[in-house]
């Protein structure tokens, strides 16, 4: 590394706090099929204000149960073990946004959150879990919250890319020694986080240059990204976005899910599920 991206990156190991310990735990776990029912609600239950935050969004209108979830345990038979460590992931990114009124960092925010619910539904015609390609999708961008949290500077770099159209890693990398892809690649290496998170934060604005056996993970990963922007929910407004039948032709597996005369439909129940997540946790349009 040179000397600017070791200063970068020490400056983010100092001010951006990780993940609280339960979401660095349940990130480690994802994937393992080892991982039960058990192991999970006991994990979570040791974490108070994430068992609240859990309780807020089971008992929201985003799903609908007969009558009030009062427990962990309650909510993850309702709801079931990967979507309860999704959910705890997604008010742990929250946390990380905080309440800041900044536009680039709340369309950081929704847009990562479309993109994990893209790749959600995208998963099982990839053949993979629902709970790892949410994931994937959620912190492909956490290179970029974290140097929109330490970076001042950052944000002004964003507008000069959007201003002069230029690609925001050339500017990120001139002015910090590293691009927000290698950003959230150290730092999700530093939380101990998969692998496969730390290459999925590297490589989702280039899958071409993806490897197996992660590279349909990243593939996907972009192809969800690249949907999110067509949705509106570009971290950059003036972004330049592929065609539903390009990204479509990219990921052939998903083509059916990723078909243009499904687009309105996706797209109305990606920002129905952001809107109800938001409100769910407190952090609505109008923050």
Request: charged share 20%; hydrophobic share 45%; glycine share 8%.
């Amino acid at each position: 590394m040179t000397a600017v991206a070791n200063e970068t990156c020490a400056r983010l190991k100092a001010e951006v706090h990780p993940f609280r310990p339960v979401a660095l735990q349940l990130l480690r776990m994802i994937g393992d099929p080892a991982v039960g029912f058990g192991r999970v609600a006991s994990l979570v239950q040791t974490d108070p204000v994430l068992s609240m935050e859990l309780l807020k969004i089971a008992n929201s209108p985003l799903f609908p149960a007969r009558v009030p979830i009062g427990s962990v345990l309650q909510a993850i038979v309702f709801l079931g073990c990967d979507r309860v460590s999704a959910l705890v992931l997604t008010t742990c990114l929250k946390a990380l946004v905080g309440r800041r009124s900044s536009d680039f960092i709340r369309a950081c925010w929704r847009h990562s959150l479309a993109t994990a619910m893209i790749c959600q539904r995208l998963s099982e015609a990839m053949g993979i879990a629902e709970s790892s390609g949410y994931t994937a999708g959620l912190v492909h961008d956490i290179g970029q919250f974290a140097m929109l949290h330490s970076f001042p500077a950052y944000e002004q770099a964003l507008a000069a890319a959007e201003e002069g159209g230029i690609d925001p890693r050339d500017i990120e990398r001139e002015l910090f020694g590293v691009d927000h892809g290698e950003a959230g690649r150290w730092l999700l290496s530093q939380w101990g986080c998969p692998l496969e998170l730390q290459n999925v934060a590297a490589k989702h604005e280039s899958p071409r240059e993806a490897q197996e056996p992660d590279g349909s993970l990243i593939r996907m990963v972009h192809a969800a990204s690249e949907m999110a922007n067509l949705m509106g929910m570009s971290v950059l407004s003036g972004a330049r976005c592929e065609s539903p039948a390009q990204i479509a032709a990219a990921l052939p597996e998903a083509a059916p899910e990723l078909a243009p005369q499904n687009f309105k439909e996706l797209s109305e129940s990606v920002l129905t599920k952001i809107n109800g997540v938001e409100l769910s946790l407190g952090f609505g349009i109008a923050d």
